[in-house]
């Protein structure tokens, strides 16, 4: 089981995120390519500090919306959603290149991650800009009660999936994220957090908030660098499943 | 001789240059990478085009400044500027990657081309941005009546250069171009332009504005694809010095 | 009746729009103001060619999306959108005050017009970042058949409102516009636009794609100055409908 | 004596600046107008929070380039820097004024600020900017050891001038700032900077770095928000100089 962060996330003079904090912790980093976040040098000072912390890379694309952060909805054709995928995991990729290593995997950011999971001509057109661009990468999706339909996509590209929890999610019945909006989506307990991942980790499954059990089955946990105290989980949680 | 051409540098909405009228007399299209013009959607096209007139593809990296067209100087480090001419490249490659081709070369626009030119730092850190991206790829440079710094440079990087002369610049009695806001810098006049390529091509010589015939080597010529006026001149440039 | 056109949409070098050709034809010119296309000096020229012209000067604000030229939907809280509509007509009221003149009024372009007349609540902070900045603008609203919801909106806001036509689109048998998607959505020929126009202008109402007639009170009427086909157009309605 | 503080420099999710914490100690907020920093909600914010502290706002207009944060410069005409100028205080000043409120100065940031104070011409355009807006507000520059020309360029506007000394930069025997490349160019010491401060404020004079004591006649200091020790550094020299 791999801890995944989204990573490089700072523009310009402009700085987000603990990524020299909480490097040590996770397998894989999330890299944020310039369209919703980061900038080159942001690229090449995260990708350097990977590569010291023995840490996988990935791409992490978005929409192209700086202002917003890549968290709004931008309406593309099909052409579009596969370009700006291109372009973004070939512009890390090559950053990745003249530092002595390659991108191994792609996880789209914000509304574009959200969008993909809910209409299958997004995932279609995001999978179709990776694979194209190199059939080897992974491409981590939502790990959700139903993964036919995005596993028969997939196999129709050629291309491999890793299935993402959450750590601090909440999860409904049916073993799917409890919308942001709606109370106890967001699990701020630091033993609850562990307690979740152990599930998760040692018996494929999630207890809902409505107390079920639920079959969960990940590849891959995302954890978070956004201040201190989300550092401070993720090294429980690395501590918890053990060491990398 | 190759004729080499800026090319796809449309924004969103805002359509410029004849890329498909200019597209049929040209030997190598520099393709716009999204920094000072160009969008994934743009670059998807304008690789398919050059495809489609089997036309090999270089990057044409810039400033970040779409605003200015890359055509104001900024101020950037040497590791910023490689980054910015890596993540440009890499974009581009990856579209046409996608698209079932790679670039084969790379030509600096505007400002940043100007500045490599002038200054050893800058023209050092773009080729390290190239060569550590793909030492496979030729670099274009000014061809000057001096041009042992520049081949150094790119002999301890083991990156080879394409030598560029322009159609329809003037060249003084050094062999160097006259500046654009000097008289006579820009050649107006078809006859005039046709027959400084053909020394170029035949002799490897142009006449300058002095009168003074000046050795000049070139690997490949300029020409422009912004008006009808300018496909016209490409397209009796590509008659005068033979087929594809 | 007065014609309005979009105006001042190019974007530092990129060139849109035929507004020297259009604006005599004009009463109301609709700058764009940075956002989705413009910026200062394209702001400024254009200012200066609409009081050449003696043109009124309105602010044409958009979202903020130069890739998409304000065309696709973008999620913003009310008070974002107040603001974003604020910011904007400020900054070009500011060009007009060096140039002597001010805007008379706002029309709001692409994916925010179409947003504000679907959903009130973009609507009401259209509006609130109009008259709270300036109670004495107009705001320019499409001219439906039902527009008793939009006035009262406007009256809660001491807001005048300006309902405008469109020459070249269809109306269903409602009053409203025949969606883009639909066939025969654009009107192409030159004699049935004019026609339309006349409807509108001496008897109120127009003949919808169902061949009713249908009551459509305007203030004023959209016409385009894309391209020479456009500015023709608006040449001849400007001649139908009597001079400036 | 008035303390000036740069704020707003936010963009989008990226925060910057410790405003809220510093705002009770200054005078006068030059606030980013979207140019180099901010956007239209950061504005609104940063206007909200200076009318809660009675604090006195400017805009803080700078060259159009979020990703260096206006620290690079940029190459402009006289009319681009004069409307770049215009555009950004007049849309400030909208936001002002539906929050009741407007601006009363103006203060160029970084790269701009820096270049009008060696050009003249940069300066006029900047001044031609501002007054032709609005004649009473008053612009901020460098207090140096010779003001005559500046002086004169400002009486030819009709304009007003607030020279600005700062309370964490040594100067030199003419009374100009060390270069901030040079040994000490930065006062790291608390009791230093309130020296220097209540040197400027009581005697109209400072200290150099070659210990010469040199006359600075400054209308205000300028002092920095950027984190704890800035802050707290603002809160000493408020409380040295006095209550607001």
Redesign the interface.
């Known amino acids: 089981m791999k801890l995944n962060c989204d990573m490089g996330e700072?523009?310009?003079?402009?700085?987000?995120g603990m990524d020299a904090e909480v490097m040590p912790y996770i397998d894989m980093a999330n890299i944020a390519c310039?369209f919703h976040a980061s900038?080159?040098?942001t690229?090449?000072l995260t990708v350097r500090m990977a590569l010291d912390n023995k840490v996988e890379i990935g791409a992490h694309p978005g929409y192209?919306?700086?202002?917003?952060?890549g968290?709004?909805?931008?309406?593309?054709s099909a052409?579009?959603l596969?370009?700006?995928v291109?372009?973004?995991?070939?512009?890390?990729?090559?950053?990745c290149?003249?530092n002595g290593t390659r991108i191994s995997y792609v996880k789209p950011h914000g509304a574009l991650y959200n969008k993909m999971m809910q209409d299958a001509d997004v995932l279609t057109a995001v999978m179709?800009?990776v694979a194209?661009?190199?059939r080897e990468l992974a491409l981590v999706v939502l790990a959700k009660s139903d993964r036919d339909a995005v596993e028969r996509l997939a196999d129709a590209k050629g291309l491999q999936l890793l299935f993402e929890a959450f750590a601090d999610r909440a999860y409904d019945d049916n073993g799917n994220l409890v919308k942001r909006n709606q109370p106890g989506a967001v699990l701020q307990d630091q033993q609850q957090i562990e307690q979740q991942v152990l599930e998760i980790v040692r018996q494929g499954k999630v207890t809902s908030l409505g107390g079920l059990s639920v079959p969960l089955k990940a590849d891959t946990i995302c954890v978070h660098g956004d201040n201190e105290q989300a550092v401070s989980a993720a090294r429980h949680i690395r501590e918890s499943i053990g060491v990398l």
């Open positions: 700072s523009f310009g003079s402009w700085s987000k310039g900038d080159p040098m690229m090449d192209p919306d700086l202002l917003g952060f968290r709004r909805d931008l309406t593309c052409q579009e596969k370009m700006i291109t372009y973004q995991i070939a512009a890390l990729d090559g950053i290149r003249v179709a800009g194209d661009y190199n």
